[in-house]
């Protein structure tokens, strides 16, 4: 059974930093690639940023370019998004999905991140 689980999430102010962390079991980690995604209620889940199996590849939404870092621990099957200099518009439930090809497509339950003074 595939488990991924988000955490880190939670109110910070405008200007403040999170890392949200998300763990996956049941699946071989190293070989899914991952990626993160946020939702307003209301809106389109949209798509933050993604990393390769091994890390060496990442990229960004333009909008979170210089503010947010993903990165991935293999031995611990764990992966991160590191969010700086956060602001109000970033606020939303974030969700990590690991994804192998086209058949393969795991999502956690998300993680809601508030940004308010």
């Known amino acids: 059974q595939v488990q991924v689980v988000e955490s880190g999430g939670g109110l910070v102010q405008p200007g403040g930093s999170l890392r949200l962390s998300c763990t996956a079991s049941?699946?071989?980690?190293?070989?899914?690639?991952m990626a993160w995604y946020r939702q307003v209620p209301g809106n389109q889940r949209e798509w933050v940023a993604s990393i390769s199996t091994r890390g060496g590849s990442t990229n960004y939404r333009d909008s979170v370019k210089g503010r947010f870092t993903i990165s991935r621990d293999n031995a611990k099957n764990t992966a991160y998004l590191r969010m700086d200099n956060l602001k109000a518009d970033d606020t939303a439930v974030y969700y990590c999905?690991?994804?192998?090809?086209?058949?393969?497509?795991?999502w956690g339950q998300g993680t809601q991140v508030t940004v308010s003074s």
């Open positions: 049941g699946i071989i980690f190293s070989a899914y690639s």
């Open positions: 999905n690991f994804y192998y090809g086209s058949d393969y497509n795991f």
